[in-house]
């Protein structure tokens, strides 16, 4: 979805879609930031371990419940209500292990292109 220069208030909602294949939908961007809201089915994986060397994110959780990979291979409980910080270059994934699906809004800080590089589950 574009947005409208004028747009400032979103609702998630508007952009899951059930049965989506790209479980990931742009809500805005521009030369500072970009904000994505992003959803994973129960028993899913969003993206394989990964970090963005220019580019660090905050996830505000929305809705359901289940797991962050925080670097070390420690996979974190998350859960609606709560926000997770990642600084740039630092491994993270998502995965559901609940039976309800998992939304959130990522914000993303652009620091120069963005660029996703796979890593293991490990950044340390």
């Given at each position: 979805m574009s947005t409208q220069p004028s747009q400032r208030i979103y609702?998630?909602?508007d952009f899951v879609k059930d049965f989506a294949?790209?479980?990931v939908q742009s809500a805005y961007k521009d030369q500072d930031i970009s904000a994505f809201v992003e959803w994973i089915e129960p028993g899913k994986t969003f993206q394989s371990p990964h970090s963005h060397p220019q580019s660090a994110h905050i996830f505000v959780f929305l809705e359901g419940e289940?797991?962050?990979?925080?670097?070390?291979?420690?996979?974190?409980?998350?859960?609606?209500g709560q926000f997770l910080v990642c600084p740039r270059d630092?491994?993270?994934a998502m995965r559901n292990n609940s039976d309800k699906r998992v939304v959130w809004v990522s914000v993303d800080v652009n620091s120069g292109q963005y660029v996703?590089?796979?890593?293991?589950?490990?950044?340390e």
């Open positions: 609702t998630a909602k294949e790209r479980t289940g797991e962050a990979l925080l670097g070390n291979g420690k996979w974190e409980k998350v859960r609606a630092r491994v993270h996703v590089t796979p890593k293991a589950e490990s950044d």
